[in-house]
């Protein structure tokens, strides 16, 4: 592939995770807000300031390869928008969905952050293969710590509903 092409796709990939980056703040923002389970809460809060560090990282990619914010307007209404968004419609009515709804988030941005690193990796762009290892930590991190909050949610909703065993 042409080196044109590399970077054209480097930068489809960059907004991509640009528009999965906006995604997660307004889903973290709401599950913060109503997560009824208070460590849930709080890992939300947590991943919410990291995430917002996520979104100033990529813009900065973007920006170096000229990419105007409207542009990203433009394609966070397209295609990214559509495959976060189905993870994003779920419409949570409790602290065991919006749990369930932030794991499958954070491994939809795993899966985002690997390919990039790989896509930085093929175009030469070390600066972009070294953020997307820095958030890919922290997306990982977030993954695992709504991992192990995962029974113990089920378990709170179940007392909240009237029917602990
Ligand atoms: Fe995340």
Known sequence: MPADDLQQ?????????HSTEQNAITQLRDGADSADDQELASAFRQHLAETEEH?????ERL??????PS????????????LTGMVA??????SGKLA??????EHLEIASYRML?????RAGDEQTVAVAERILTQEQAAAKRISGLLEQVAEHDLERQ???A
Not at 71 to 82: P, T
Not at 100 to 105: K, R, T, V
């Open 117 to 121: 690193r790989e896509v930085a990796q």
């Open 55 to 59: 979104e100033r990282l990529i813009s």
């Open 100 to 105: 369930i709804q932030a794991y499958s988030f």
């Open 9 to 17: 796709q480097l930068v489809k990939y960059l907004e991509d995770v």
């Open 63 to 68: 920006e170096a390869y000229g990419a105007s």
């Open 89 to 94: 419609k779920a419409a949570p009515d409790s």
């Open 162 to 164: 009237g029917v602990a």
């Open 71 to 82: 542009s990203l307007k433009d394609n966070a209404q397209k295609g990214a928008a559509k």
